[in-house]
């Protein structure tokens, strides 16, 4: 019973803490009720994508953030992988995780600048197509706006993303 209770507080907490996602936790919600045994046994694999990770400029608290997260959720974390912003690394490394965990979570490589490569690669390997997501655009001006920032053509190319993706901000 402890570990049900602390995953509905997690929940709630979450909820409460990011009301922007609350539909998106409803449903994360909705579906572990509904397959709790497959849930407990679900494994996961965080693969943050970007070389500045990578050279120690910034700090991956992502990782740190959402492996708790899932863990709390009942899931396995099988693997967190840090990963260059290049295409043959993406490739090979989704592929793997592909094979090795039901739950994959890509986090990082997709900024306003012109060499990242994440999201192409991305719907090359999922053989979909690359198209803006008006949810994302709108959140991402939110944002912006929030910071007393415009929206320039780098943040707004930050919403074109792999059409069959789902998106968790």
Not at 40 to 56: H, N
Not at 93 to 100: E, L, N, P
Not at 147 to 161: F, V
Request: net charge negative; no cysteine.
């Amino acid at each position: 019973a402890s570990d049900v209770y602390k995953r509905q507080t997690v929940y709630r907490q979450l909820r409460d803490d990011y009301p922007e996602m609350r539909a998106q936790l409803d449903e994360l919600q909705r579906q572990y009720e509904e397959n709790q045994a497959k849930y407990k046994r679900m494994k996961a694999i965080i693969i943050t994508i970007g070389d500045e990770i990578l050279l120690g400029q910034i700090l991956d608290t992502n990782s740190q953030y959402i492996s708790r997260q899932l863990t709390r959720l009942g899931a396995e974390v099988a693997d967190i992988l840090s990963i260059a912003d290049q295409r043959e690394e993406i490739w090979q490394w989704v592929d793997y995780a592909m094979k090795q965990a039901e739950l994959i979570i890509v986090t990082g490589g997709l900024g306003p600048t012109k060499d990242d490569v994440t999201k192409k690669v991305l719907a090359e390997y999922f053989d979909t197509r690359l198209v803006m997501n008006e949810d994302v655009l709108r959140w991402i001006g939110k944002l912006l706006e929030n910071g007393g920032m415009r929206m320039n053509e780098g943040n707004r190319s930050q919403a074109i993303l792999p059409e069959s993706a789902k998106i968790l901000y």
